[in-house]
């Protein structure tokens, strides 16, 4: 009974140790969704399946991308990863995988302010990934990941884009007077938006175009 109890013991442990190398590298590694998902949308695959109305065939997508020389065995493997993390569901019939979108890549075809492409790109993009290499030296330093990161040097003007009626922006251009803020947001929205000293309200859609300043600034 004492042997069969410490053998039971060993495999308890032996599967809490796997359990905690699995849990590893599952956050480890969470970082290869995000970015496989961005190369599916820079690829235009979610738009190439949502215009043909159709599932599409692994040849049929990268027949539509138009590239010089596609890598098949690539993109194969790309798509049956986001088949994995249900950004495309796939079905197979006689013998070849049709690739079609789910609930989660249909927000990438969406019109206007409610697709969220841009929103997915924007987020991988270097710029806004390398606050969040800087994490450990706010804790030992203090300060902001951002502002670490990029610093703030020579920074005249500062656009908020989706600012609604202003108020960020225009907290920012109070503690630093030097900095010409625009807030920018849709029409219905920067109609009702106050008067603030130092803040222009610009109205658009961000999706088409953005207006310049030294740098963008969203919440």
Known sequence: MRLRNVQGLKMEMQDEDALGQAEFWQI?????????FKCAVELGIPQII????????????????????????????VMRFLVKKQVFSEEVKEGEAYYRLTRASKW???????GLAPMLTMLNHPIFLA???????????????????HGFAG?????????????VVSAIVKADPHISGINFDLPQVVSSAPEHPGVVHVSGDMFISIPHADAVFMK
């Open 50 to 77: 949502h215009a043909k109305g159709q599932p599409l065939t692994l040849l049929e997508i990268i027949t539509s991308l138009q590239a010089p020389s596609p890598d098949s065995s690539c993109l194969s493997r």
């Open 28 to 36: 480890t590694l969470a970082f290869v969704d995000s970015l496989t």
């Open 108 to 114: 990438l075809v969406r019109l206007g302010a409610s």
């Open 131 to 149: 606050p969040w290499h800087r994490f450990s030296r706010c804790v030992v330093e203090g300060g902001d990941a951002f502002e670490i990161a």
């Open 155 to 167: 920074l005249t003007s500062l656009v908020d884009v989706a600012g609604g009626t202003g108020t």
